[in-house]
């Protein structure tokens, strides 16, 4: 069974730091991983999607890699702000009928 | 991109009662609707699949009677948590997944609901 495991659980850093969130998981068979950003009490919102074919997506300030032989992706965040603080959760896709999530980064940027 | 609208944000009920949480595909039709569940601190795990027209398939472990599953059309698929109890009390989510892999998964916006 594929297992998801985020690494830390918890990160606090200074505005405009620039931070990685790793993800990693032990069945490289995979379609697909998202990483999803979480609010508290509120639902999911898709970040990044990348493929099994690719190595890194980025949107902004945000850049997602991909190694799938490792079975690693990283969440990069450049110059950090307040707003991006909330829970990162990584998913990765074995088929079309299933994700399996990590528990997540809760991320604090202080002002 | 495809929209799912989830309600209510957040309910409490008693011991007991039976409650229902709606997900409504706004832009697109969903055929398969997932439902999750996320207790405090720990990741979301996939309940069930409904499929519309159809029964819902469950994930080992969760009860069918329990956590009853209606997608009788297109756009809506509901979820009734019957006789709640306290261990009840989570997190649930429902998702969809266009199809092809060349898209993610789309969220709504949750439901929290505490038993009391």
């Known amino acids: 069974k594929q297992e998801v495991t985020q690494i830390p659980a918890a990160l606090s850093v200074p505005e405009g730091e620039n931070l990685v969130l790793n993800c990693s998981f032990t069945?490289?068979?995979?379609?697909?991983l998202q990483w999803f950003r979480q609010d508290p009490g509120k639902g999911l919102t898709s970040l990044l999607l990348?493929?099994?074919?690719?190595r890194e997506q980025t949107s902004g300030r945000l850049n997602a890699s991909l190694d799938k032989s490792s079975g690693r992706s990283t969440l990069y965040i450049a110059a950090s702000q307040p707003g991006d603080s909330a829970t990162y959760l990584c998913?990765?896709?074995?088929?079309?009928?299933?994700?399996?999530f990590g528990t997540g980064t809760r991320l604090t940027v202080i002002p | 991109g495809a929209v799912v609208s989830q309600h209510p944000s957040w309910v409490i009920c008693k011991s007991g009662t039976s409650v229902k949480i709606e997900c409504r595909s706004l832009?697109?039709?969903?055929?398969?609707m997932f439902w999750y569940r996320q207790f405090p601190k720990q990741s979301l795990m996939l309940m069930a699949t409904?499929?519309?027209?159809?029964?819902?398939?469950?994930e080992q472990g969760v009860e069918k009677d329990k956590f009853l599953i209606n997608h009788a059309s297109l756009t809506l698929s509901t979820l009734t948590v019957t006789s709640a109890h306290p261990e009840d009390s989570s997190f649930y989510i429902c998702?969809?997944?266009?199809?092809?892999?060349?898209?993610?998964?789309?969220f709504g916006s949750g439901t929290r609901l505490t038993v009391v």
């Open positions: 990348i493929q099994s074919s690719q």
């Open positions: 998702s969809y997944h266009p199809p092809g892999y060349n898209y993610g998964y789309t």
């Open positions: 832009d697109f039709q969903a055929t398969t």
């Open positions: 069945d490289s068979a995979i379609y697909n």
């Open positions: 409904s499929n519309e027209g159809s029964k819902a398939t469950y």
């Open positions: 998913a990765v896709g074995t088929g079309a009928n299933n994700l399996f």
